[in-house]
């Protein structure tokens, strides 16, 4: 009992060191769990702005392609 009398900051301070280092612990592993989800929505966000991106060149070229057919058939039409 003399030990706890004569040491009780010294404890209290390490129980105290010791919850925090838990919290901070509990923070960032839920820190790092959103970390990864907000990782996986970037991922697929830019998977859509490329699918996008993509698509226009395609119907771009698509484009060309008739105006060239076109053009090609107008000459054979002459």
Do not use: C, P
């Amino acid at each position: 009992m003399d030990f706890v009398l004569e040491y009780w900051s010294q404890i209290f301070v390490v129980l105290g060191a010791f919850a925090a280092a838990v919290k901070m612990n509990s923070v960032v592993h839920i820190l790092r769990r959103d970390l990864d989800i907000l990782a996986t929505d970037i991922k697929r966000r830019d998977t859509y702005v490329e699918t996008v991106k993509i698509r226009a060149e395609v119907d771009q070229i698509n484009k060309n392609i008739s105006s060239l057919w076109d053009q090609m058939n107008k000459l054979k039409d002459k």
